[in-house]
């Protein structure tokens, strides 16, 4: 089925793909694509921004007729999640492969060091395994529940690339 979705959310934990799919997306469908951790974030991974002030900057994207925003920070999805004309949740059933994919990642990015790496590997194992971290927030999948008709779910990186594959033979957005 081919559907011309214009407000696009790629939803996921870190090293699940999100943004390597929605640069895929983007260039496929001429769509800005954004991440949440630029609203999240003053200055990148160390000084967080004002909670409202980044949720009154990213409600301006999420107003705009067409947009494709990745990320899985709680407080700044929700509207995206209520707006999107389709949600692609990536959801990887091992958690050793995102772990591969984070240390992949970081042996390319200049601007990481292995504290950094550690310190987020660490973080997702605790937040995966709820080790008396963010008890207290919901998880991504519960945050579905109300959006489940517009949901697509990818859990490889083969389904990730077969889905983009699928819109460039059909030249459109696709799902799978």
């Not at 696009?8 to 895929?24: H, P, Q, V, W, Y």
């Not at 992949?104 to 200049?110: A, G, V």
């Not at 660490?122 to 937040?127: A, E, G, L, R, S």
């Not at 389904?159 to 957005?173: K, L, R, Y």
Request: aromatic share 12%; proline share 2%; hydrophobic share 30%.
């Amino acid at each position: 089925m081919i559907n011309k979705h214009k407000r696009i959310f790629i939803l996921g934990d870190s090293g699940r793909g999100k943004t390597t799919f929605a640069e895929k997306l983007s260039k496929q469908t001429g769509i800005q694509h954004y991440s949440t951790d630029d609203f999240f974030w003053k200055v990148k991974f160390s000084t967080p921004n004002d909670r409202e002030k980044s949720i009154k900057e990213i409600s301006h994207i999420y107003d705009k007729n067409e947009w494709i925003m990745e990320g899985g920070t709680r407080h700044l999805i929700l509207k995206g999640l209520e707006k999107a004309d389709v949600i692609y949740y990536l959801q990887f059933k091992n958690i050793l492969f995102q772990y591969y994919f984070l240390i992949k990642r970081n042996l390319k990015r200049k601007n990481e060091n292995f504290t950094d790496l550690f310190n987020l590997l660490k973080h997702i194992t605790k937040k995966k395994y709820k080790k008396s971290y963010g008890n207290h927030l919901p998880r991504l999948q519960e945050l579905l529940e109300p959006y489940e008709n517009k949901v697509v779910r990818l859990s490889s990186m083969k389904e990730i690339n077969q889905c983009v594959e699928s819109m460039e033979a059909n030249g459109s957005n696709t799902t799978i």
